[in-house]
């Protein structure tokens, strides 16, 4: 999964070299054609992160895909993604959704947003199309500064997810939301303590367990957001319910962490 382990105290960057799962190596090689072909030189470069660049994805699996650009996209351009995202959804039967984020190259040059993009870029990523933004960057070490910017927009999205269960007609939207929902949950969870483990996961069974070592009171809540992670059918009431009660108690204890480290 990484590649040979920096100094102590430092993180690895993934193994670029090691092949890719059998069944995703064709639809990411589709998706990087139908990228650069919608965006041409407007896409400065793009990384495939989550479990498929992880190489520990099950045989369906989402594919997360972030685009950097040369500056910020326009209604139109977001329309083409968005077409390039469904034909690649429909293409093969190994990709359940396509996640497709953009960034702008200014925003991930900016010192400011070092421990958001430089952290993820360099950790998180594989680059897949372009010039790797990655080398630009040294290896983190895990601390606070990271955990929170690896989670800055999370009340947005939430806000954004919440919604899309509350007004879904289908229960494939409904279940892809609230299981998109519950897995940032998860992870932000898990970004309460990175710091305190030393440790960065990927994987939401090793972000739930490392979260517990610390919130064993939290054990419950857990338990339910892995039930949406399994895509179980869940009144919406419920559904909206859960994530508003974990994500007030997130939001208020990264609050609480800040003010006590700060």
């Known amino acids: 999964m990484y590649k040979a382990s920096p100094r102590q105290g430092l993180l690895p960057e993934l193994d670029s070299e090691r092949p890719l799962q059998t069944q995703f190596v064709d639809p990411v090689a589709t998706a990087v054609r139908q990228l650069k072909g919608t965006l041409g030189d407007t ?89 790797n933004l990655a080398q630009s960057f040294g290896h983190f070490e895990v601390s606070w500064e990271v955990c929170k910017a690896m989670n800055d927009d999370l009340s947005a999205r939430l806000r954004e997810l919440q919604n899309k269960v ?33 440790r960065w996961e990927e994987e939401l069974d090793a972000c739930s367990r490392v979260f517990l070592e610390f919130y064993p009171d939290k054990t419950l809540e857990m338990e339910r957001l892995f039930y949406l992670i399994q895509r179980k059918p869940v009144k919406k009431r419920a559904v909206v319910a859960l994530l508003d009660a974990h994500w007030k108690w997130v939001v208020d204890e990264y609050e609480k962490t800040d003010r006590k480290i700060g």
């Open 166 to 198: 509350a007004i879904a007609t289908k229960w494939g939207t409904q279940l892809d939301a609230a299981e998109e929902a519950a897995s940032r949950l998860i992870k932000a969870s898990f970004g309460l303590v990175a710091y305190k483990a030393n």
């Open 43 to 131: 896409l400065h470069s793009a990384y495939l992160s989550g479990d498929i660049a992880h190489r520990t994805a099950p045989d369906k699996a989402t594919m997360n895909v972030t685009l950097v650009t040369q500056r910020s996209l326009n209604v139109n351009e977001y329309s083409m993604l968005n077409t390039v995202r469904f034909r690649i959804e429909q293409g093969s039967e190994a990709i359940s959704r396509v996640a497709i984020d953009v960034v702008p190259i200014n925003d991930v040059r900016d010192l400011g947003n070092i421990f958001k993009w430089g952290f993820f870029l360099k950790h998180c990523t594989q680059c897949i199309q372009g010039d």
